[in-house]
């Protein structure tokens, strides 16, 4: 941020930039999006089957007064109510309500929470992998989001872990021990069931970090003071598949429109492999085996470069009123540190998100919230300059008295 130029407004200008005007328009494209595409699913595949089969049936089960394990398999019983509500349609028809209603609610929670950029996501193929095949993988991001929907997060506890991990809620642990205390009351007996219907094969549940060179993802660990990098790191430590829909949640990583287009070209590479794999393959414990060095090299590398990275704040170039708005230099603002000497982090909150901006070379730091990640930095940086100038001050005033 040393002068760093900004914008200053002219009665010619409009007040708001094009990303800003045109934000809500984004959200309705990118919801349009979700629903054309599994409609053109939904009449290209009618009878696809899904993971929502299993926990419609283990609902409708739950119903009769049934036990819904071992239907249910993997997922515990908050699950299994989360479908109760869609028994009250045929299957053909709860499944694309349900893909549809969890894209949206994905959609606007990053749309909402990480920025216009972020609903490049839905064009990724981890995200479209995970509505082909009826995954709540994308619930659980918009949940770790979306303060009321945090008790959603005991739907899949392993994703959700690493979800939480990178972004703590009191919010989300009040809501997922309510979820829980409702879902024993209703089956006293679903924590054992669950447990041993878990015991079946499990052979394709790897954490990263044990597969081939997964070791490497332990780096993000330098960055344990960010979301991204708590997140990146507890997703190596959960057990999964590694199939694409477990990429989901790194669409949270990156920070700008140009990192998420690698984000979104990865998941492609990591989709195309898989899918070659699942024909060769001859268990899924095999397919994601086979999957995993592409879906590594494409998807894992580059969000542990982004998450790495040295964090610096936009700059801004000069311009001349005849190609576009004037920059001049903010006068307001006579103290300023140099970029490489921040560090930034960002957590969504219920007005809109809290930025701690800490001086590295002293460990100093300010935190302020606002409506919008730009304003919030801003303001914790003139803070915490003023703070750092404060310091100088003082050191210089004590060493000249002691000249």
Known sequence: MTDTPVAVPTKSEPTRSA????????????????????????????????????????????????????????????????????????????????????????????????????????????????????????????????PALGFLLAVKPNTSAALWIARPSRIAVLGVSAFLVLSILVLPSWPRDWWMALQQDNTDLVPPVLRPFGLVLLLAALRWRSPEGRLLLAIAFIPQNTLPHELVPLALIPANLLEMGIYVAGSWIAVAVAADGMHLSHSLTEWTATSWPATLCAVYLPMLYLVLRPIRFPRFRRQSSRSGPKFEKDRRRPYRLPDDELKVDVTPNDAGVTVKVTHLPTQLFATESDRTREAAARKAHDKLAGIVAGLRRRAEQAMGKEL
């Open 19 to 146: 990303a800003v005007r045109y934000r809500p328009l984004f959200l309705v494209l990118a919801l349009g999006f979700v629903l054309g595409f599994r409609l053109l699913l939904y009449v290209w595949t009618p009878d696809r089957h899904s993971d929502f089969d299993l926990l419609y049936n283990a609902a409708a089960h739950l119903i009769r007064g049934e036990n819904p394990y071992p239907i249910a398999t993997h997922y515990p019983l908050p699950a299994v109510l989360l479908a109760v509500p869609f028994t009250v349609l045929p299957l053909g028809a709860a499944r694309p309500i349900f893909d549809v209603l969890v894209g949206w609610a994905f959609v606007y929670a990053i749309w909402r929470y990480r920025g216009t950029f972020a609903i490049l996501a839905v064009l990724s193929g981890a995200y479209l992998f995970a509505m082909l095949n009826g995954q709540t993988t994308p619930l659980m991001v918009a949940a770790s989001l979306i």
